[in-house]
């Protein structure tokens, strides 16, 4: 609009400098000296015809009048010209108009056509941000629950320490308990040993009592080695009944811890067999449960990074939101201060009181 009217002044300007131009003209040649009275061919010699010559008057008389119709010819011309140029910067100062009303128009379609497009970014990247503020909700919890996958099931772990630990107590009490066997089997081998011992001692003094009566030929002496053997015998059977019931007694203890022995090594071999099952169960439960925990962490890691990752989009998309919703205020400012409305077209508002066809 201010070139428009710029563009009207400099034309107003123009025709002013014309007229001003115009009527100078028009001046100068109302003020321009009379010119000389010639003689001519074709106008008769006042000298030679009246004998006198003509008087100054009469001469300005004749010069005045084509001056003064050349003036107002000169006027009028220029009249003519300033209508001309009028009508010309009308017609151009339409056009300006003209096209002025038509730039504002498509300035005000391609500001609304600005607007939608902008409105529709808008709207699809704050869809977008509320995905996003979803999603990183949903990360955050998968995070925390994570937190509390491995570290919660301790008590199985310890539940497989006691019974490794009983299972242990058993494995020691049973090799105890066979060390024991083993001292009492030795102690009765050794005590059988001395009772064959003894026994083999009284069959040798049985066989030298014998031996001596055989070898004595005196009856007399042999009677009397015979009394003196006779009580020596009687504490000989004496002696090698008891060590030999002793030795029934120690052979069957024997045999009895023998048997306790065998059964020792069994609860043996069995305690050990579940140590070793006990013990293989819990390194197996730590692989797993490191296995686990490594697992965690890279979850943990990933998850991390997808937090990251997720924070930064909503981060960057809520700046690119911010930013289209300023755009999109200070474009409806433009179109209210210039247009008076927000819409390509403004609403239509009928009167109740009036009657449409």
Sequence with gaps: MKMFNKKRRDKNEDYRNHSERATATSTVAAQKPKPKATQSSTTPNVRSSAGVRPTSS?????TSAPVKGQNRVNQRRATQTAAKNSVAIE???ADLNKQYQTLRGELKVQLVQDRKHEKQQYETLVAEQLNLEQQLKDAKVTLSKQDKVVNTNDSERQGMVKTINAAQKRYDDAKKALAKSDQTIKSLEKKITQSEQSLADLKQNEADMRKAIQGEQDLKKLFVLMKQQEKQAQDLYQKSDAINSELVKLQKREQTETRERSRKEHAITSAEKDLHTAQDALVAYDRKKKSAQDEQERSLNLINQKINRLQHDYDQ???IVKGLQQKIES???KLKSDYGTTHLVSP?????SAKYF
């Design 348 to 352: 239509v508002e009928f009167d109740q």
């Design 58 to 62: 009469s001469v300005t008389a004749s």
């Design 91 to 93: 017609r151009e100062m």
């Design 331 to 333: 474009i409806d400012a």
């Design 317 to 319: 998309n809520a700046t």
